[in-house]
């Protein structure tokens, strides 16, 4: 059988600091071959890197600066940067980065949410690295930022922004992926499952965003890569396949968009 891949994750978080060997061991056993961990702020760069390091076959490693390193200020941002530099060979994308308008109030905040972005895609593009990316009601800026980069491969995570954005974005030529978590499993989000039967399976992949959006049944608890299962199980009911074509899909087009094979 396939492994199962979790596409976009957050090992490198304070949640998991005690006990990330636990955690990646039951991953492990559940089948899973592939955990991409992603950084939010600086603060996660540190374990990020360290779990590369210990499980390189099977741990990735992407760093970058979310919206949500806002409040950590322009000296940390600079820092932020200058060990991406350092780390780049370690690096298997740039991420995670994007526009969340929900949380972020005010121009002035959408300006540096930008700022951000823009920067981290320059990173990107320099370094020919994939980018993995969080839009949240923001999808017409993050067009525009698009149009202006060349980036070479794209991961919309926690793809939210409907169909006919994701299907504007591939009429454009982009070369795009859209990932699928457990809010795909929660009673309202009909609205998500209709998105996810119709976009070409070839462009989608699983994903927990480990410690957030648990999946049914595991809703409320902390998430963790082994529970991508229930995000598999899920998407081969909606797209009405057998979980086999789903684990074999979407770990290829994982392993492509970050170059393992």
């Not at 994750?9 to 600091?17: I, M, Y």
């Not at 955690?23 to 590369?52: H, M, P, S, Y």
Request: overall charge negative.
């Amino acid at each position: 059988m396939t492994p199962l891949s979790d596409s976009h994750a957050h090992l490198g978080t304070r949640d998991f600091q005690s006990d990330y060997h636990q955690v990646i061991e039951r991953a492990k056993q559940a089948g899973v071959g592939l955990i991409a961990n992603c950084t939010d702020t600086l603060d996660d760069f540190d374990l990020t890197l360290k779990i590369k390091r210990e499980y390189p076959d099977l741990c990735l490693c992407c760093l970058g600066l979310h919206p949500d390193s806002i409040p950590q200020g322009e000296a940390a941002f600079r820092e932020g940067l200058a060990r991406m530099e350092a780390d780049v060979d370690l690096m298997d994308a740039v991420g995670e980065v994007g526009l969340d308008y929900h949380y972020g109030v005010g121009e002035e905040n959408h300006r540096i949410q930008r700022y951000i972005l823009e920067t981290m895609c320059d990173f990107a593009s320099d370094h020919h690295l994939p980018i993995v990316i969080h839009c949240r009601e923001a999808g017409e800026d993050l067009l525009r930022i698009l149009e202006s980069k060349k980036l070479e491969k794209i991961y919309l995570h926690c793809y939210e922004e409907g169909l006919e954005f994701a299907e504007n974005l591939l009429a454009r030529g982009y070369d795009c992926i859209f990932g699928f978590n457990g809010i795909i499993t929660f009673k309202n989000a009909e609205s998500l499952r209709q998105t996810a039967a119709k976009l070409p399976l070839e462009r989608i992949v699983t994903e927990t965003d480990s410690p957030c959006l648990a999946p049914v049944p595991f809703r409320g608890r902390r998430n963790e890569p082994a529970y991508v299962s229930q995000v598999a199980e899920k998407l081969a009911q909606i797209r009405g396949v057998d979980i086999e074509e789903i684990r074999r899909l979407t770990m290829a087009s994982a392993r492509r968009f970050y170059g393992r094979g």
